[in-house]
């Protein structure tokens, strides 16, 4: 079973743009807030109609601006896990799951509602009114009630954003339990790269409006290809870059950098993760630094740094350190780091597709 | 003392709130999905009976309603039914006068409606007929049973319009308001009297009840949803 994207819409300023395909595994839609990753749910669940593309969902035509195609969101059988759940309030819960129970008789009805119940540890709150339930029980009244509805697809949009982190991380685990008896597509939209390196398998980065194709967790973590894909997952140094040959050119920095590799042509920006770069004695791209400040983390240090070479205005390099090694060195006002040649992300534009994805 | 008035206000009152009913919710739900401009133009039409003295109104609906006019001339001879100076006549009058109470306290209701909750009803293949009724509406009951209230209150009140197309004829078409004013007119104070006791206990039953449908959270929850961790 798979579900293939291609959309567009404009609101006002706005221009939404995505393509995905998505199959029978958990696939992460990924942006920051704002970049249209609800917008684009809300276009494939049929809420919001887009202004031209098409979406196919295990080979049925939902949406198709050129034929004219496009189902109801009733008919189009997604499971739409709202942020805030979106239980009927005037409704109990069991009549919250029954009402989405959308074949059989009355017997078979209550059979499938007993059967939810039991499976999601509900029992005891039937009667209990949406308002009466803690966040982790409404989800997962939400969650009962999107599997009765039998839906070929599951779209989860931002499943935790109403809760604390504890309570956030135990919820995540049950979310994955559950949602780990579905057979067909799962679209989980997040913002949050824990959640979704933890979840899913795919990736969908959305910058802007606009998607940037989709990846691999290993790919986007490993090798993200544009900044905001790097962002995403976490990556905190960035700076201009002009290839040269195996090497990048940075001049804001004044260094050159080896990467041990070619470095393709439309690379024009690095990014270097904070705890990819280390205190060193010399060595391959080892370049001096200034210390500018310590900040204590939670559980590490980090360090801004200043490269000796590096032009007025630009923002400061981020080292990130466990405690120990930094209570080793600190003191010191002039260090010499290094960046391993291979934890060099060689970046290309955002928003433009390399010409073999097209 | 003769209680045609209050039987005759009571039916007027209620058959204009059930029509006020369905009127101002269908108003306030497809309104509410105009391009800004027609909504614009639309709450200001819709809203005018409220601010218009009803004397206006009543000399507006003579002027449609009247036997020699255009709508009641047709009526007249497809029908044979007069529109002016009947008991029925009343309803037009309250009817438009209570229009705009209705429709402004309705649309307020939806508009505090979440609705993620309709979308959410989409998605899991409810019909957009039971989202309105049965989700949309209980969610909003508080806001569309306060506008009921308020609207029968005035619809019961109604003077101006109502005297100018319905009049006034005992046993007929007199109704509390206009029988007050014809027991002053003709210096009849201990009857006037006890027709402004009887008004005052029905206004009195009125506001208790709309305080307590503001105040008490006797339904499950109002339109907006509450937030839980």
């Given at each position: 079973?798979?579900?293939?994207?291609?959309?567009e819409?404009?609101?006002?300023?706005?221009?939404?743009?995505?393509?995905?395909?998505?199959?029978?595994?958990?696939t992460?839609?990924?942006?920051?807030?704002?970049?249209?990753?609800?917008?684009?749910?809300?276009?494939?669940?049929?809420?919001?109609r887009?202004d031209?593309?098409?979406?196919?969902?295990?080979?049925?035509?939902?949406f198709?601006?050129?034929?004219?195609?496009?189902?109801?969101p009733?008919?189009?059988?997604?499971?739409?896990?709202?942020?805030?759940?979106?239980?009927?309030?005037?409704?109990?819960v069991?009549?919250?799951?029954?009402c989405?129970?959308?074949?059989?008789?009355?017997?078979?009805?209550?059979?499938?509602?007993?059967?939810?119940?039991?499976?999601?540890?509900?029992?005891?709150?039937?009667?209990?009114?949406?308002?009466?339930?803690?966040?982790?029980?409404?989800?997962?009244v939400?969650?009962a009630?999107?599997?009765c509805?039998?839906?070929?697809?599951?779209?989860l949009?931002?499943?935790?954003?109403?809760?604390?982190?504890y309570l956030?991380?135990?919820?995540?685990?049950?979310?994955?339990?559950?949602?780990?008896?579905?057979q067909?597509?799962?679209?989980?939209?997040?913002?949050?790269?824990?959640?979704?390196?933890?979840?899913?398998r795919?990736?969908?980065?959305?910058?802007?409006?606009?998607?940037?194709?989709?990846?691999?967790?290993?790919?986007?973590?490993?090798?993200?290809?544009?900044?905001?894909?790097?962002?995403?997952?976490?990556?905190?140094?960035?700076?201009?870059?002009?290839?040269q040959?195996?090497?990048?050119?940075?001049?804001q920095?004044?260094l050159?950098?080896?990467?041990?590799?070619?470095?393709?042509a439309?690379?024009?920006?690095?990014?270097?993760?904070?705890?990819?770069?280390?205190?060193?004695?010399?060595?391959?791209?080892?370049?001096?630094?200034r210390?500018?400040?310590?900040?204590?983390?939670?559980?590490?240090?980090?360090?801004?740094?200043?490269?000796?070479?590096?032009?007025?205005?630009?923002?400061?390099?981020?080292?990130?350190?466990?405690?120990?090694?930094w209570?080793?060195?600190?003191?010191?006002?002039?260090?010499?780091?290094?960046?391993?040649?291979?934890?060099?992300?060689?970046?290309?534009?955002?928003?433009?597709?390399?010409?073999?994805?097209? | 003392?003769?209680?045609?008035?209050?039987?005759?206000s009571?039916?007027v009152?209620?058959?204009?709130?059930?029509?006020?009913?369905?009127?101002?919710?269908?108003?306030?739900?497809?309104?509410?999905?105009?391009?800004?401009?027609?909504?614009?133009?639309?709450?200001?039409?819709l809203?005018?009976?409220?601010?218009?003295?009803?004397?206006?109104?009543?000399?507006?609906?003579?002027?449609?309603?009247?036997p020699?006019?255009?709508?009641?001339?047709?009526?007249?001879?497809?029908?044979?039914?007069?529109?002016?100076?009947?008991?029925?006549?009343?309803?037009?009058?309250?009817?438009?006068?209570?229009?705009?109470?209705?429709?402004r306290?309705?649309?307020?209701?939806?508009?505090?409606?979440?609705?993620?909750?309709?979308?959410?009803?989409?998605?899991?293949?409810?019909?957009?007929?039971?989202?309105?009724?049965?989700?949309?509406?209980?969610?909003?009951?508080?806001?569309?049973?306060?506008?009921?209230?308020?609207s029968?209150?005035?619809?019961?009140?109604?003077?101006?319009a109502?005297?100018?197309?319905?009049?006034y004829?005992?046993?007929?078409?007199?109704?509390?308001?206009?029988?007050?004013?014809?027991?002053?007119?003709?210096?009849?104070?201990?009857?006037?009297?006890k027709?402004?006791?009887?008004?005052?206990?029905?206004?009195?039953?009125?506001?208790?009840?709309?305080?307590?449908?503001?105040?008490?959270?006797?339904?499950?929850?109002?339109?907006?949803?509450?937030?839980?961790a």
């Amino acid at each position: 079973m798979s579900l293939s994207v291609d959309i567009e819409k404009r609101l006002g300023s706005f221009h939404l743009q995505v393509q995905l395909e998505a199959g029978d595994e958990v696939t992460a839609l990924l942006g920051a807030s704002g970049c249209g990753k609800s917008m684009t749910l809300k276009c494939i669940a049929g809420i919001v109609r887009p202004d031209r593309g098409r979406i196919v969902l295990n080979d049925r035509v939902l949406f198709d601006s050129e034929q004219g195609v496009d189902l109801p969101p009733q008919k189009r059988r997604m499971g739409y896990l709202f942020q805030q759940y979106a239980l009927f309030p005037n409704m109990t819960v069991e009549k919250n799951i029954l009402c989405a129970i959308r074949e059989g008789t009355a017997a078979e009805k209550r059979r499938t509602l007993a059967e939810a119940l039991e499976r999601f540890r509900l029992e005891g709150l039937e009667r209990q009114y949406p308002r009466q339930l803690s966040g982790g029980q409404q989800q997962r009244v939400a969650l009962a009630r999107i599997l009765c509805s039998r839906p070929e697809i599951i779209l989860l949009d931002e499943p935790f954003s109403a809760l604390d982190s504890y309570l956030k991380y135990q919820l995540e685990l049950e979310l994955s339990d559950q949602l780990s008896a579905f057979q067909g597509p799962i679209l989980w939209v997040s913002h949050d790269r824990g959640e979704v390196f933890r979840n899913c398998r795919r990736v969908c980065v959305l910058d802007r409006g606009a998607s940037q194709g989709t990846v691999t967790l290993e790919e986007l973590f490993h090798r993200p290809a544009t900044e905001a894909a790097a962002q995403l997952s976490g990556c905190k140094n960035y700076a201009d870059a002009v290839p040269q040959g195996d090497a990048v050119l940075l001049p804001q920095w004044g260094l050159t950098l080896s990467c041990g590799r070619a470095v393709p042509a439309d690379t024009r920006r690095v990014g270097i993760r904070a705890h990819h770069v280390r205190p060193a004695e010399g060595g391959e791209n080892a370049f001096p630094v200034r210390v500018l400040r310590v900040v204590e983390d939670v559980f590490s240090t980090i360090v801004l740094l200043r490269p000796e070479g590096a032009a007025e205005g630009v923002p400061p390099l981020r080292m990130e350190l466990d405690k120990e090694t930094w209570q080793a060195i600190s003191g010191r006002e002039k260090l010499t780091v290094s960046v391993q040649a291979e934890d060099i992300l060689l970046l290309r534009p955002s928003g433009e597709r390399p010409k073999e994805d097209v | 003392m003769d209680w045609f008035p209050l039987w005759n206000s009571l039916r007027v009152a209620a058959i204009s709130t059930v029509i006020i009913f369905f009127a101002g919710v269908f108003a306030a739900y497809y309104i509410a999905r105009l391009p800004r401009l027609v909504k614009g133009v639309l709450d200001v039409v819709l809203t005018l009976p409220l601010v218009l003295p009803p004397t206006v109104i009543g000399y507006l609906l003579l002027r449609l309603l009247g036997p020699k006019r255009v709508v009641g001339a047709w009526v007249l001879e497809t029908f044979g039914i007069k529109l002016v100076m009947t008991w029925w006549s009343a309803i037009f009058s309250t009817t438009v006068v209570i229009f705009p109470l209705m429709y402004r306290t309705v649309r307020g209701a939806f508009e505090a409606f979440d609705e993620t909750l309709a979308y959410s009803g989409q998605t899991l293949g409810l019909s957009n007929t039971y989202i309105f009724w049965r989700i949309r509406m209980p969610c909003c009951r508080q806001g569309v049973l306060a506008g009921m209230v308020l609207s029968f209150a005035r619809a019961l009140g109604e003077y101006g319009a109502t005297s100018m197309i319905a009049g006034y004829t005992p046993g007929r078409t007199a109704t509390i308001s206009t029988t007050v004013y014809q027991l002053w007119q003709t210096n009849n104070d201990a009857l006037a009297m006890k027709w402004v006791l009887v008004n005052l206990a029905i206004s009195a039953v009125v506001l208790l009840t709309v305080n307590m449908l503001e105040r008490r959270d006797f339904l499950v929850e109002g339109g907006r949803r509450r937030r839980r961790a």
